[in-house]
């Protein structure tokens, strides 16, 4: 059977043990190595950023003199995308505008920093680090926080995380290593009205899918009609709530009501040993 001329999504299909979010009131970083190793779907975390920190680090955001509208997509951003451009172009967007990032995130009680501490701890039980993604001594830049306000059914569109990292036009960067570990999202929300579910399919696309819908290399977005009757489930987010999960697999957000925004970045081992993030 197809789908306006496309053919059924193939992949692969985790066992039903493994595709489920956990759900903790305290920040705990083994459950994130967990995630980062593949031995955990996802995990949220609710209500650990205090709501003073959430406002600070709005106001900061809003205010920012780097914040931008992203042309063609409903959403303002401070930051970098690595996403569908050239690797000296996100570094270069990144040296730009990594300042202004660091004084949106730095804060009281930031999420960011509290998350990266935790995490690079527990990491270094297991004899790795936690670092930014570097290429020829450039560094990845350290976040993205967006705020996005698109109307319809999906203020995010169905995509997946593992493709970008294989953009030809990136080669040498050290994320294009990650795709043989796992591709790791991280959302740490702030600023959130009403809607905005999380929406993950348990289906993780093969390169043949990509290839019939010309998203190889950027894995966005997949049709909504060619996941009916792929094993879904919805997490309702709110502010003050840090989640992490494998963004290999198809994830969506579904419709918002006002601003939905987030600090958000990428990571994942691109060796044995080192963890990377990036935007």
Known sequence: MTVRGFAPLTGIRMDPGYFHFDERSEFD????ADVLR??????????????????????RFWASPALKRRTGEPSYYVGAYHWNKPIGTYLAETAEVADDVMDVLDVADSPWYLFRDELASE???LGATLRLAE???AQACPALIRAWNKEGAYSLEPHEDEAQCRDPRQAGFEVQRVPDFEVCAVNMCVEHEEGGRLVLWNIRPD???????????????YPAELLDGIEEFRVDVRP???YIFNGRHVHAVDATSGNRTAVSFLMGFADARTVVTWT
Do not use: W, Y
Request: with cysteine.
């Open 123 to 125: 990491l270094a039980g």
């Open 38 to 59: 593949g031995r955990r779907f996802g995990v949220i975390f609710r209500d650990v950023i205090p709501v003073a920190t959430q406002k600070e680090l709005c106001a």
């Open 240 to 242: 003050g709530d840090v």
């Open 207 to 221: 390169d043949d899918s990509r290839r019939r819908l010309g998203i190889e290399h950027t894995g966005f977005s």
């Open 135 to 137: 290429m020829d001594g």
């Open 29 to 32: 970083a083994s459950l994130v």
